[in-house]
């Protein structure tokens, strides 16, 4: 007489093919998400960079007297009065744009810090720490 069916052992090495597969690609993935998520904070502190030059450069072009300003988003203060910024606002920090354009930053976004320093050509990116990152950055110290 035949049986329509799987035996046990059948059943007991695909249940152990899906467990190997599973523990293969779950890290992957995982891995995968948390590199998409730095990359999006990446963009988005590079993007206020690029909105306070821009910023710099329009009132720059209608007052020659430019005194520079700063944004703080740890307590919601904004000197910079229209400086248009399109992306996800950072968790905490605090951005300075000098008189002379120089842009002085030093940002939270997730587990990360974006920061740039009077004279350095981009951002650095560190693991947020609250000691030294936002106002507490040594990039304000100078």
């Given at each position: 007489?035949?049986?329509?069916?799987?035996?046990?052992?059948?059943?007991?090495?695909?249940?152990?093919?899906?467990?190997?597969?599973?523990?293969?690609?779950?890290?992957?993935?995982?891995?995968?998400?948390?590199?998409?998520g730095k990359?999006?904070?990446?963009?988005?502190?590079?993007?206020?960079?690029?909105?306070?030059?821009?910023?710099?450069?329009?009132?720059?072009?209608?007052?020659?007297?430019?005194?520079?300003?700063?944004q703080s988003?740890?307590?919601?203060?904004?000197?910079?009065?229209?400086?248009?910024?399109?992306?996800?606002?950072?968790?905490?920090?605090?951005?300075?744009?000098?008189?002379?354009?120089?842009?002085?930053?030093?940002?939270?976004?997730?587990?990360?810090?974006?920061?740039?320093?009077?004279?350095?050509?981009?951002?650095?990116?560190?693991?947020?720490?609250?000691?030294?990152?936002?106002?507490?950055?040594?990039?304000?110290?100078?």
């Amino acid at each position: 007489m035949k049986k329509n069916g799987f035996t046990l052992i059948e059943l007991l090495a695909v249940i152990v093919l899906i467990g190997l597969l599973a523990v293969l690609i779950i890290p992957k993935i995982q891995s995968t998400v948390k590199d998409a998520g730095k990359n999006t904070n990446e963009a988005s502190a590079n993007g206020l960079l690029r909105a306070a030059t821009n910023y710099f450069m329009e009132e720059k072009a209608k007052n020659n007297d430019f005194e520079g300003c700063t944004q703080s988003y740890t307590n919601s203060e904004h000197v910079c009065e229209g400086m248009n910024y399109t992306g996800t606002n950072p968790d905490s920090g605090k951005l300075v744009i000098t008189p002379n354009g120089e842009v002085i930053m030093s940002v939270q976004f997730g587990r990360y810090c974006y920061t740039k320093g009077e004279y350095d050509n981009g951002i650095t990116t560190t693991n947020y720490e609250a000691s030294s990152c936002g106002a507490n950055s040594s990039v304000f110290s100078n």
